[in-house]
């Protein structure tokens, strides 16, 4: 026997981890790390895939390099990104959908407005046609007519509704080749991933939230075309609701498929919900006429909406239980970024401590450090001219670590910033004081003052074995440089 978790058990574990992390009042922190400047492999550095284990995690803290804080803001939900392509034909919004299917049934245009398909074009046998009409051109006169919050036909037979649009911010933050953003307003802003409405999109949105429809028969399905009608029959829709109604379109003496019309018409009006009804959580579909006793009877089943209605909760209506984090160093990001260096890891930490645990709160705040171990050479050992991504091995091979970054104390003594790991050739410090360590490349050698981990200014060292490691995500090598920003996006599925 098979059981499963629900989409409403996804959302509600994603809203509780979206929920605090925008908190701002909390002492709940996440950040960002790089790291890995040693190769894959000495020879090919070919990427090697973590694995969901407690000695891939402890590697992931190992290789620190630099933590950049997640800011409250620099995140948002993403589903897989869907444009609105002119000749494609799309899916329409189902209830048997597990997930989100390929053939999406929503769509993102070229000036970012969102929009979900309630029904798309049929042929009388029931094919799905293309999409030729962009549903933003229709949109524009929607609004200067204010029925922004209504489903709408366009010329190609698809039924749109509008969502949302994406601002500018969102769009340089969390649109990418694969994910675009979701965006939830409300004039009050008081549910979970739901901001407050400034701008004339957001309020837009803010009222196709307000005006949305509960349990609509958004379709029928036709289960079995049956077969053998003399005529069309006529389609009855009863269930706890009430309103919805629809027409039969014939394939020859079969069942086509079924439009959604309002009681009494021919045709899907250019505004349009009636034909959907509301209040249904249950309904059954019924056809009749048009059949005699050779007729085999076709089998249809209700479509029926969301509870809350399409619109309602955007999240919800695109089935979104996966969250985007971004950030973008920009070259040395005041000291705590390495350059002229690599990284090959990048991973979601949350709730780091201070190992000083008289720190004031011991959770680290500070929003980006450069972390690490630091073996510092003695006095007069500043010019020695050691190499980043170079092995030093301690007298005797006891130690070998892997340099990341190289600095002075301002005076004269030497700082090799390093890190260790499962590698075969590297083995774990600390380096002992008083003995000589040898750079494998640059052949140099200097004498051990002492080792310790990185020291924050005024605030001791950050404990990075503390907290929680969320996600892992290994890559081909990334160089840095002064002048280079990168674009970090991180996203959690749940």
């Known amino acids: 026997m098979t059981a499963i978790a629900t989409d409403d058990l996804k959302f509600r574990y994603s809203e509780l981890l979206f929920t605090e992390i925008k908190n701002a009042t909390d002492s709940n922190h996440f950040y960002v ?5 040693d190769q894959y492999d000495s020879a090919n550095d070919t990427i090697i895939d973590p694995v969901n284990r407690n000695k891939d995690h402890l590697e992931a803290r190992n290789n620190l390099q630099s933590l950049l804080k997640i800011a409250e803001g620099s995140m948002s939900y993403v589903v897989p990104r869907s444009n609105w392509v002119s000749g494609t034909p799309y899916e329409s919004w189902k209830d048997h959908h597990d997930g989100i299917p390929s053939n999406k049934y929503y769509v993102m245009t070229d000036n970012l407005e969102v929009f979900i398909c309630l029904e798309n074009s049929k042929s009388t046998a029931g094919d799905t046609q293309a999409s030729t009409i962009n549903p933003s051109s229709v949109r524009a006169t929607l609004q200067q007519g204010h029925g922004i919050d209504k489903a709408f036909k366009t010329s190609d037979g698809y039924i749109w509704k509008f969502l949302y649009a994406i601002e500018t911010a969102k769009q340089a933050a969390f649109l990418s080749s694969n994910f675009m953003p979701l965006q939830n ?4 802003g008081n549910l979970p991933g739901v901001a407050t409405a400034t701008t004339s999109a957001q309020t837009d949105q803010a009222k196709v939230r307000k005006c949305a429809t509960s349990g ?4 029928v399905e036709v289960v079995n075309a049956g077969g053998g009608y003399t005529g069309t029959p006529t389609i009855t829709i009863t269930g706890d609701g009430a309103g ?3 027409l039969v379109v014939m394939n ?9 019309i309002p009681a009494g018409k021919n045709a899907v009006t250019t505004m349009r919900d009636s034909g959907m009804g509301s209040g249904y959580n249950f309904a059954r579909v019924e056809i009749s006429g048009a059949d005699d006793s050779s007729t085999t009877h076709a089998t249809l089943r209700a479509i029926i909406g969301p509870r809350d209605g ?4 955007a999240t919800h209506d695109l089935k979104s239980s996966s969250l985007m984090f971004n950030v973008k160093p920009a070259g040395t990001q005041s000291g705590t970024f390495n350059i002229s260096q690599d990284f090959r890891q990048i991973s979601l930490l949350r709730n780091l401590d201070y190992t000083d645990s008289a720190v004031a709160g011991n959770r680290v705040t500070q929003g980006q450090a450069r972390v690490g171990r630091i073996c510092k050479l003695t006095s007069g050992s500043k010019s020695l001219a050691f190499q980043t991504d170079e092995k030093i091995t301690q007298s005797g091979g006891a130690v070998v670590g892997w340099v990341d970054y190289i600095d002075s104390d301002g005076s004269t003594s030497l700082q090799l910033y390093y890190h260790h790991n499962e590698r075969v050739d590297l083995k774990s410090g600390p380096f002992i004081g008083g003995q000589t360590v040898t750079g494998s490349v640059s052949g140099i050698t200097g004498t051990v003052s002492t080792d310790t981990e990185t020291v924050q200014s005024g605030l001791g060292a950050i404990d990075r074995y503390s907290g929680d490691i969320l996600y892992i995500d290994n890559r081909a090598r990334i160089e840095r440089t002064e002048t280079q920003t990168e674009d970090i996006k991180i996203i959690l599925s749940v």
């Open 33 to 37: 790390g790089i790291g890995k400047s």
């Open 216 to 219: 609509q028969v958004l379709g």
């Open 244 to 246: 919805a109604a629809g």
């Open 185 to 188: 307003q409300d004039s009050a």
């Open 310 to 313: 399409i619109g309602s909760l």
């Open 252 to 260: 020859g003496t079969s069942i086509g498929h079924i439009q959604m």
